[in-house]
DNA sequence: AATGAATGAGGCTTCATTCAT
DNA sequence: GATGAATGAAGCCTCATTCAT
């Protein structure tokens, strides 16, 4: 889970991210995932103790790196509004990156099968996203009302551009990144 | 075979949604939709092809509900703001009244098992939004954007504040909904 | 099993010879011999106490009919030639008069669900034909072999043929059916 | 994946075969196979994609058998007469040696769920008999009828002794195979 | 008698997991 | 560690039979 000898290890995450995306946790078999990993189905048992444990590693190891990739550049030293444009972008920029390991992490339901640890996880960005909100309307600059509706209601305008991208329904540039991110600001401000 | 007249087959569908929503197309075995309709197993046969068929049955006809929830309310010849409440308010009206439809029409991966009828169906109730988008930006009262991706974030909006709502980090009231709708006016108007 | 009022009894025996026939006993579903029919599933139930019940009235039936058919017409004072050219008649007639029949009767393993009488039918034709064979060799017409291998040589290539026959590989007339009859006493004669 | 290497895959065959002549092919379970076999259900679809594929593996498997044991032994430089009795002696060893094998062959229909392949191989043999005969006609040993025709009864006639051998009625010893084989011979003989 | 919806046992097949190599 | 054949429980579906209408 965390430094691996084996690149097998990181093939059959690759592989199981890929095919969760496509068919879900439990339209995927795990003798898919292996022959997808170009491993033997009993190497996976060697890595995971079972379907479940490898869900929720991989799960644990995309929401860190969101996270953190998310935490890493926040300027917490920076105006809300720059504070708002920087976690829009990191987010985008990580979405856009990583299109399946987004998807896995926002538009599946996992609830049936993630961990305590996984399930803290999961609120960690909203709950941060959340005091942002709320720090910026204590100086003015976020229109008063409960942070965590605003915030929502950002993410999921995220969330929905994200889709649509995703499923074809919409080209995601620069351009239209920056109109969005603009559009969102505007839903939020004092 | 199967007209809307047994109850049976209504029993199933309710029972199907509920364990779709739950765990997923993939996660819902047959016979467990059978036992929660209290009937027998081969009885939901009698009524859907396959299980493929049962959920597109019940796509279908969530799917047709809740265009006609939207459409019936339209005030075509109403200002684009009116126009935006309307919908607005009406796509809350149901989802509120029918969370698990709700969850499963926006919340679920369809793609796998969806057949054709309902691809199709799935996109109408953006299309007609973006064409709403797109007639009140003729009339400049919202700003001059692609209607797709406008459209796109203010659905998303909706649907994280839902999500929110349905997984109990949020409580919607009529003042809350009426300040999200307020705020994601602001995201697109002029 | 005799004569009876409905003529849906008629329906059912045969739509169940079709598919017997056609897919084996085994291989055909109840609710398809009653769709065949044209009648209701129940309805079979009401002529027949089981699907063994009716397979075994249909065996029975068709069972009969050849034997009385062959019986019928034996000359019983003529020449063993004539003897054996008269069974080999009555039977091509009967086989192609009704070819699923006799494919049913001829070409088809019953043995797991035939009732002891219809067991005990099965063999009748054939115990009357090695008689027939046994009498014409104390007349030196035929040669001294066991009747009942004999026998079975000739029933054999009767059904040989006839299975080619159905199956499309041999077109039988008045002139081929003669000249196969011709080899086959040949096949016994002195 | 499944080579002739696993000895599980001949227990599966040999299980399959048994079953099928006993009940045919929709009166046996897979899981019936799997217990006779000695092995998991499962099992069985590691080594066959499916009860059909078993069939048709199986059907496969004993008519090239059938065939080479015939191809091998015919003189080809023999006389006609020379041929006959050795397809016949060759038919015989093989179908007394491997009852079940030469019953499922020839006494069951397999014309719903055999490949193209395996039907094709089905005609070989018969091909290959009408062949002879016809060779033998052009040489004056048989009388001038068609080929097809001889050919169908004296393998209907093989097929009858067989039968009757295999279901108790008769004893077959090498006397009577002498004596059958002889009478068949008159049949067709010039 | 006739219907056909309903039943539930059982059939074919998949798949998470184990284990001998 | 790696493999992949083997397992058997469980999944989807069929079908012989029943029964209320």
Redesign the pocket.
């Given at each position: 889970m965390n430094a691996?000898?084996?690149?097998?290890?990181e093939w059959i995450l690759d592989a199981a991210l890929a095919l969760f995306v496509e068919r879900g946790y439990?339209?995927?078999?795990?003798?898919?995932?292996?022959e997808r990993a170009?491993?033997?189905?009993?190497?996976?048992?060697?890595?995971?103790?079972?379907?479940?444990?490898?869900v929720n590693a991989l799960f644990q190891l995309w929401k860190h790196r969101i996270v953190h990739a998310v935490h890493e550049h926040f300027p917490a030293t920076g105006t809300p509004r720059e504070q708002f444009r920087t976690i829009w972008n990191e987010m985008a920029r990580f979405a856009l990156a990583h299109p399946a390991a987004y998807s896995f992490l926002e538009f599946h339901h996992h609830g049936a099968y993630l961990d305590d640890a996984n399930k803290e996880l999961d609120g960690g960005l909203k709950r941060f996203a959340a005091e942002v909100v709320a720090h910026a309307q204590t100086q003015g600059f976020i229109r008063p009302a409960e942070p965590q509706l605003l915030m929502e209601l950002v993410f999921g305008a995220f969330n929905g551009m994200m889709r649509a991208h995703y499923e074809g329904r919409l080209v995601l540039d620069e351009a239209r990144l920056a109109l969005a991110e603009a559009s969102c600001w505007d839903s939020v401000r004092a």
């Open positions: 691996r000898s084996s690149t097998r290890y439990h339209g995927t078999a795990v003798p898919a995932i292996a170009g491993v033997a189905a009993g190497t996976i048992y060697h890595h995971f103790a079972s379907k479940e444990a490898l």
